[in-house]
């Protein structure tokens, strides 16, 4: 079956720097999310993305977060200077078309620690 | 703002027993409702899809309800069995989202046992 795909499973970085958190969506699927989920917490939606540019955005999403899909296969999410409360499960997600199937298909996260 | 809330947070049962996880929102506009396992330390997985028009859905061992106007949801699991231990998440996509922007709860913590 296919599947979302995140890589890396695990990241961890210094407070500051960049970091990258890739992904590869199911081929056929043309709308494109990141959520975060912090230890103990909800899973908070960060960002939609559609027809190459973002559809929407939370109040999380900041200047510090910018969405690229640079080819055909790839979605990153980029964190320009990365803060201590960054740390989190970070969730890639893709579904079809918008209609009567539009379950939204999850990778298995980045998790990400900003020490 | 949506609000989505899950109770019980946590529940932990003997194999075979007929579980209900409710989920409840504080907007009832919305398009629909999914509910979803999360595996520690994996990623979710869509379990069931209730649309706005459709009162429940089944899958299996797996019936999702749903009573918009109440704001309310229910996954039912019938004959639970200890593969059924994770976390379950409730999540909405309200109409105000032009994309498919979801609001999750909490989640249930299940744990069934041999």
């Known amino acids: 079956e296919p599947e979302v795909t995140q890589t890396p499973s695990h990241q961890v970085t210094q407070m500051g720097q960049e970091v990258i958190l890739r992904c590869v969506p199911i081929s056929n699927h043309l709308y494109f999310y990141w959520y975060r989920q912090i230890l103990g917490q909800k899973v908070e939606f960060l960002v939609s993305?559609?027809?190459?540019?973002?559809?929407?955005k939370s109040e999380i999403f900041d200047d510090q977060f910018s969405v690229e899909r640079p080819d055909g296969s790839n979605f990153t999410l980029k964190i320009r200077s990365t803060k201590l409360e960054d740390s989190a499960m970070y969730f890639c997600a893709s579904r079809v078309e918008s209609g009567a199937n539009e379950k939204l298909f999850f990778g298995s996260g980045t998790q990400l620690s900003v020490l | 703002k949506q609000e989505v809330t899950q109770i019980p947070a946590a529940l932990s049962v003997p194999e075979g027993e007929n579980l209900v996880l409710n989920c409840s929102f504080t907007?009832?506009?919305?398009?629909?409702l999914q509910w979803f396992r999360q595996d520690p330390g994996k990623g979710l997985t869509s379990l069931l899809l209730i649309q706005s028009s459709q009162r429940e859905q089944t899958s299996g061992r797996l019936n999702a309800s749903l009573d918009k106007s109440s704001g309310r949801s229910t996954l039912y699991i019938a004959a639970s069995q200890p593969g059924d231990s994770a976390t379950y998440l409730c999540a909405v996509k309200s109409r105000g989202s032009t994309l498919g922007r979801l609001y999750f709860g909490r989640g249930t913590q299940l744990t069934v046992w041999p």
């Open positions: 907007d009832s506009a919305i398009y629909n």
């Open positions: 993305f559609y027809n190459n540019e973002i559809s929407e």
